[in-house]
């Protein structure tokens, strides 16, 4: 079945790095676009950014504009997402989703999440 | 383009009208979706283009609106629909947001 399986949870030190990966099966991964989002603690959903699997372009949001790096390796089916110079406030859950689209009616949403890495940052 | 919820929070009963709403800061036209997100899970997408239900959303959800303001009806609440409610445009193609979100609560 299409499914998105995501790398264990991370903690990490402010001003760290960390890397998340999703891995993708039962679909053609290459067809679809992959988002990334997360979940802070008492906060609501927040886009991070989106990249293309088959030719690797990527739009970030601004907020995370030269912190955020997404990368896929095609052969493993799994998008990368690597998030720098970490502060307490990216403690989060991280969550790689598939997005959905149809050439006539364009975008159909995120239809498929992994299950979410949780990210701490402590010192 | 910014997105604001309201309410924040949404007390009801199982049974009752629940009326979610979404406000864009500039017009989007109807490329807006809904999702519903309960602890421990991953979101679930609800709604696209303001008003088409994704595979297997059933009818009890609808979405309308076009323009900077949007609507999320929850027919009658069941159980399982207490959750917190978000919206996200895809106006501006390669960046997304999503609102605040919506708390419906028992």
């Not at chain 1, 372009?57 to 601004?62: E, F, K």
């Not at chain 1, 998008?79 to 598939?98: F, H």
């Not at chain 1, 999440?113 to 940052?121: A, E, L, R, S």
Request: proline letters at 4%; a neutral charge.
């Amino acid at each position: 079945q299409v499914q998105l399986v995501q790398s264990g949870a991370e903690v990490k030190k402010p001003g760290a790095s960390v890397k998340v990966s999703c891995k993708a099966s039962g679909y053609a991964f290459m067809n679809k676009f992959m988002h990334w989002v997360r979940l802070a603690p008492g906060q609501g959903l927040e886009w991070i950014g989106i990249i293309n699997p088959s030719g690797g372009s990527t739009s970030y949001a601004q907020k995370f504009q030269g912190r955020v790096t997404f990368t896929r390796d095609t052969s493993a089916s799994v998008t990368y997402m690597e998030l720098s110079s970490l502060t307490y406030d990216d403690t989060a859950i991280y969550y790689c989703a598939r997005q959905d689209y149809d050439d006539y009616v364009g975008f159909l949403g995120l239809d498929v999440w992994g299950q979410g890495t949780t990210v701490i940052v402590s010192s | 383009i910014v997105l604001t919820q309201s309410p924040a929070t949404l007390s009801l009963s199982p049974g009752e009208r629940a009326t979610l709403s979404c406000r864009a800061s500039q017009s989007i036209s109807n490329t807006l979706a809904w999702y519903q997100h309960k602890p421990g899970q991953a979101p679930r997408v609800l709604i696209y283009g303001a008003s088409t239900r994704a595979t297997g959303v059933p009818a009890r959800f609808s979405g309308s609106g076009s323009g900077t303001e949007f609507t999320l009806t929850i027919s009658s609440l069941q159980s399982e629909d207490f959750a917190v409610y978000y919206c996200q445009q895809y106006a501006s193609w390669l960046l997304f947001t999503f609102g605040p979100g919506t708390r419906v609560e028992i």
